[in-house]
């Protein structure tokens, strides 16, 4: 203890880095919230613009490591179904409905009757395969966001409400985060009512449980209330200019409405168009004013470091692939369609390589002991090799 007392590094173990309470050894090992944003619009975009399975497997398989490879932040909401479970549902919902209600392809399966409504005709394994595919997309959206929920906490997402809302930015930031301690709290009723020899049997048998779960979220919800009040939350007064960023927001409200009604029914493209260009920009300008108005403290500031900029170029390299016009590259091989006949998708290594770009996050948190060692030590190797 007198050796830690003076500061001695010659007798820490050599993995007690990690004990140490450094100001970058909790942000070392996580991304930027943007990097993250960049990277899920990137999942997205790839899972939205293909129905190829080669390529949509291979998004799966990306999104699936870089979830077991991102460490869970502790301030991240819990995730209650998991992707794996949320797809065995999906997927043949989704392949069983689109059966049952797009009745095209040439490999009938079987026939439903003509009299039932909707769903009467012949089930097709192109609609099977259709469906199950679209259900493999919401699937993999799912994943995404469940990775994005994973990395990032619930401040770093609700950074992003423009400043102008800021009261939803609180409401959703307290719903949020109520949701971990409403399932604590009826994990925790049901225990006690079990001990105290309750079965659930029927519909009545479900209010020993959710009677308590509502006390207690009131209780919770007015204790909250009065906290915020006393810290003074929504104690300003309304100002005076107030009424002019409204009629600004009414007014480019109405020259969006206008200039679409221009468009569609009268034919006046470049008129419509102008006009919904100058009502969007009336618009965006009233709530940058209002949210200049409205005071935001940051305490600690996230740095954008190299390892960001990496995960962004990455991202930005499977948008790329996926929405740019690459010369020489047929784009059916990624709208792939089972109709009218099922053939064998096909597969262009253009793409699939720019697909793994997906593991930008993975490949880079390999090693985060080194990460969080040069945060600390300002990537001084000299230092680096004292401190071991």
């Known amino acids: 203890m007198t050796d830690l007392a003076k500061g001695d590094s010659d007798s820490l173990p050599p993995t007690s880095y990690s004990l140490l309470p450094t100001p970058y050894s909790l942000k070392a090992d996580r991304y930027h919230a943007w990097a993250w944003m960049i990277w899920t619009a990137a999942a997205l975009v790839a899972l939205s613009a293909t129905r190829n399975p080669l390529y949509l497997a291979l998004t799966l398989m990306c999104i699936g490591i870089v979830?077991?490879?991102?460490?869970?932040?502790?301030?991240?909401?819990?995730?209650?179904?998991?992707?794996?479970?949320?797809?065995?549902?999906?997927?043949?919902?989704?392949?069983?409905?689109?059966?049952?209600?797009?009745?095209?392809?040439?490999?009938?399966?079987?026939?439903l009757p003509h009299q039932i409504p909707l769903i009467g005709g012949p089930i097709t394994l192109e609609a099977l395969?259709?469906?199950?595919?679209?259900?493999?997309?919401?699937?993999?959206?799912?994943?995404?966001?469940?990775?994005?929920?994973?990395?990032?906490?619930?401040?770093?997402?609700?950074?992003?409400?423009?400043?102008?809302?800021?009261?939803?930015?609180?409401?959703?930031s307290i719903a949020v985060t109520f949701v971990p301690t409403t399932l604590r709290q009826f994990q925790q009723?049901?225990?006690?009512?079990?001990?105290?020899?309750?079965?659930?049997?029927?519909?009545?048998?479900?209010?020993?449980?959710?009677?308590?779960?509502?006390v207690g979220g009131l209780e919770r919800a007015l204790q909250l209330a009065e906290a915020m009040v006393a810290r003074g939350l929504a104690s300003t007064q309304e100002q005076a200019h107030d009424w002019g960023t409204r009629l600004a927001i009414a007014q480019g409200l109405a020259a969006i409405a206008i200039g679409w009604l221009l468009r569609v029914v009268w034919k006046q493209d470049l008129l419509g168009m102008a006009l919904m260009l100058a009502g969007l920009g009336l618009v965006l300008a009233a709530l940058w004013l209002i949210g200049r108005r409205v005071p935001r403290t940051t305490y600690r500031?996230?740095?954008?470091?190299?390892?960001?900029?990496?995960?962004?170029?990455?991202?930005?390299?499977?948008?790329?692939?996926y929405l740019m016009p690459v010369p020489g590259l047929d784009r059916e091989i990624i709208f792939y369609n089972p109709?009218?006949?099922?053939?064998?998708?096909?597969?262009?290594?253009?793409?699939?390589?720019?697909?793994?770009?997906?593991?930008?996050?993975?490949?880079?948190?390999?090693?985060?002991?080194?990460?969080?060692l040069s945060a600390r030590s300002g990537a001084d190797p000299g230092r680096l090799?004292?401190?071991?």
Do not use: C
């Open 67 to 111: 979830s077991v490879t991102v460490p869970t932040q502790a301030s991240s909401g819990p995730i209650p179904l998991s992707p794996i479970r949320f797809g065995m549902v999906v997927v043949p919902l989704s392949a069983l409905f689109n059966a049952a209600t797009a009745h095209i392809g040439r490999h009938v399966i079987f026939r």
């Open 129 to 172: 395969v259709f469906g199950a595919l679209n259900g493999l997309v919401l699937t993999g959206i799912f994943a995404a966001f469940t990775v994005l929920n994973k990395a990032l906490p619930v401040r770093s997402l609700t950074q992003f409400i423009p400043r102008a809302f800021y009261p939803v930015a609180v409401v959703v």
């Open 189 to 214: 009723i049901r225990e006690a009512q079990a001990i105290r020899g309750h079965r659930i049997r029927g519909l009545r048998d479900w209010l020993p449980l959710f009677l308590p779960l509502l």
């Open 301 to 321: 500031k996230e740095p954008w470091t190299a390892r960001d900029s990496a995960m962004a170029l990455s991202a930005v390299v499977v948008m790329a692939a």
């Open 339 to 372: 109709y009218p006949v099922l053939t064998a998708p096909r597969f262009d290594p253009f793409i699939g390589a720019a697909t793994l770009a997906l593991l930008g996050p993975a490949l880079l948190a390999l090693n985060p002991q080194s990460s969080a």
């Open 385 to 388: 090799k004292a401190d071991r």
